[in-house]
């Protein structure tokens, strides 16, 4: 099992930078496919990024490809997303997520992630 804290959040002018942080306790973050979801005021949560668990290969939303970054440390049991060139419909509570599901299996979806943390709001001015 592990527990997840998201950190970060903040107001921001649209084209300005965040970096969210997720610090995670218990099991360690390598034996998870960690990922990103947000969700904004009266819609679905929706998927943002996920990193495989030998952080070698990447993930995005196609509404975030070239703006958002992630990355972890396995040491620091942290997980990363690096937020440049905010738009205001970036606005949206964040949430960390871990999966147990196989590498091959998962999909974009919330239901593949078995562990959250209790989020981040990040609000991006117009």
């Known amino acids: 099992q592990v527990h997840l804290v998201e950190s970060g959040g903040g107001l921001v002018p649209a084209g300005g930078s965040l970096r969210l942080s997720c610090a995670a306790s218990?099991?360690?973050?390598?034996?998870?496919?960690m990922g990103w979801f947000r969700q904004a005021p009266g819609k679905e949560r929706e998927f943002v990024s996920r990193?495989?668990?030998?952080?070698?290969?990447?993930y995005y939303a196609d509404s975030v490809k070239g703006r958002f970054t992630i990355s972890k440390n396995n040491t620091k049991q942290t997980v990363y997303l690096q937020m440049d060139n905010l738009k205001p419909e970036d606005t949206a509570v964040y949430y960390c997520?871990?999966?147990?599901?196989?590498?091959?299996?998962?999909?974009?979806?919330?239901?593949?992630?078995?562990?959250w943390g209790q989020g981040t709001q990040v609000t991006v001015s117009s």
């Open positions: 990193m495989t668990r030998s952080g070698g290969a990447t």
């Open positions: 997520a871990a999966s147990r599901v196989l590498e091959a299996s998962i999909g974009p979806v919330a239901r593949h992630y078995d562990y």
């Open positions: 218990g099991r360690a973050i390598s034996t998870y496919i």
